[in-house]
């Protein structure tokens, strides 16, 4: 009780204070929370591509299936006879808004891609369905669809979703077919949530729409994909399965798994340094207004300090007491703080995600690194002022006061 009458003594200089610190922990979170939705993608695509070797077609830069040239069916058939080889999926993707110019996105654009379900009985990362049923890979008509992609066009299953989606801007020629809505994707907080899912015979009659009209009648899309994604038997180093893949079969790139996967980590990591610097700034101007307040209450309270420790009061009952004030401040501006920043990205979440545009993230680690940081900038700002209150000699503080 003896320290909420203290903070109330200098009500505006108090409010002031907790305000810096409000300001700091809300820099935290919503830069914490944007960095983690960050790092869950890159996460995602990490665990993901590190369990298989992509493959494409030689003469292209791509990865598997996002974009670059096309492979032929038989060059996927001869990936799976290379020893090592667990099996191989063929790979389509393509577009779901073709020709849009005023989309915006923070993770993966939309996308149509075929899916057998039966890799995922191989993928370190695993999907689930939330609603309805897996795709059937033989049938023709149906989509599975990511939950942001579900989100974003109010889709459920049985209702039916033409794709790709039609621009306003589309050319008078554009093609798009009816599919039904068989299945939704649970959230993976990475690329699937984005993604719509049909068998392989629909995804290459999608790929052939992509193909400039004057040469889409001559070419057999039935045969091609645009790449293949390849998992190894158990025990199989991926890195050198990638370099027999390239040494035995003509006509492909095999990227070993780790390039990918260095290539994610660093990405992560310099989007966490940066959001994480950022919002430390903020927390040190926060963690400084404290340490002023503490100051300026030791030297009002001069008298105060003297009389205690003239009827016994010992150097731990002052110190404790000024580090507890210093705490409480902090806690109360991290509590604040921390409610702001989950209310402001819930905000912005809802406001964005019926346009794929979700910004934020606030995962229960960061919740409790608000929590801890905030209580432990109050008391690491908090302790040279306790200890200039505890070290104070009784005579003199009553003589100065």
């Known amino acids: 009780m003896e320290i909420i009458r203290n903070l109330t003594r200098r009500k505006l200089r108090n409010i002031l204070t907790i305000s810096g610190i409000v300001i700091g922990v809300l820099a935290l979170v919503t830069m914490g929370a944007m960095a983690e939705k960050f790092n869950a993608l890159l996460s995602g695509g990490a665990?993901?591509?590190?369990?298989?070797?992509?493959?494409?077609?030689?003469?292209?830069?791509?990865?598997g299936g996002f974009g670059g040239?096309?492979?032929?069916?038989?060059?996927?058939?001869?990936?799976?006879?290379?020893?090592?080889?667990?099996?191989?999926?063929?790979?389509?993707?393509?577009?779901?808004?073709?020709?849009?110019t005023n989309t915006v996105s923070f993770g993966i654009p939309d996308y149509i891609s075929n899916l057998d379900p039966r890799a995922n009985d191989y993928s370190a990362f695993k999907l689930h369905i939330a609603q309805g049923r897996d795709l059937n890979p033989n049938a023709t008509g149906e989509v599975v669809l990511g939950s942001d992609f579900a989100t974003e066009f109010k889709k459920n299953v049985g209702n039916t979703i033409d794709l790709p989606i039609r621009a306003k801007d589309a050319p008078p020629d554009f093609i798009n077919h009816t599919f039904s809505v068989v299945g939704v994707l649970a959230k993976?907080?990475?690329?699937?949530?984005?993604?719509?899912?049909?068998?392989?015979?629909?995804?290459?009659?999608?790929?052939?729409?992509?193909?400039?009209?004057?040469?889409?009648?001559?070419?057999?899309?039935?045969?091609?994909?645009?790449?293949?994604?390849v998992y190894g038997k158990p025990g199989v180093d991926l890195d050198k399965l990638a370099d027999k893949i390239n040494a035995e079969v003509p006509g492909v790139k095999a990227t070993k798994p780790s390039v990918i996967v260095a290539s994610f980590n660093a990405g992560g990591a310099i989007f966490t340094a940066i959001t994480t610097g950022a919002a430390l700034i903020a927390l040190v101007v926060g963690g400084l207004s404290v340490i002023n307040t503490m100051l300026m209450a030791v030297t009002e309270r001069v008298r105060e300090i003297g009389l205690k420790k003239a009827v016994g009061a010992k150097?731990?009952?002052?110190?404790?007491?000024?580090?507890?004030?210093?705490?409480?401040?902090?806690?109360?501006?991290g509590g604040i703080g921390l409610l702001l920043g989950w209310g402001l990205t819930s905000l912005i979440n809802a406001a964005t995600a019926s346009a794929n545009l979700t910004l934020f993230l606030l995962t229960w680690r960061l919740v409790i690194v608000a929590i801890l940081f905030s209580v432990g900038l109050g008391a690491a700002a908090g302790i040279i002022p306790a200890l200039r209150a505890s070290r104070m000699d009784p005579v003199r503080a009553l003589r100065a006061a």
């Open 69 to 100: 040239g096309l492979l032929t069916l038989d060059r996927v058939a001869a990936l799976e006879k290379v020893d090592g080889v667990a099996a191989a999926f063929p790979d389509v993707s393509v577009s779901a808004k073709p020709g849009s």
């Open 47 to 63: 665990t993901y591509f590190g369990s298989n070797v992509q493959v494409a077609d030689s003469s292209s830069g791509a990865v």
């Open 188 to 229: 993976t907080q990475t690329a699937p949530d984005t993604g719509a899912y049909v068998s392989l015979a629909d995804s290459q009659m999608l790929l052939k729409e992509t193909l400039p009209a004057s040469i889409r009648s001559s070419i057999d899309t039935t045969k091609l994909v645009n790449g293949a994604t």
């Open 315 to 333: 150097v731990g009952h002052i110190l404790r007491e000024y580090l507890l004030e210093a705490i409480v401040i902090g806690g109360i501006g």
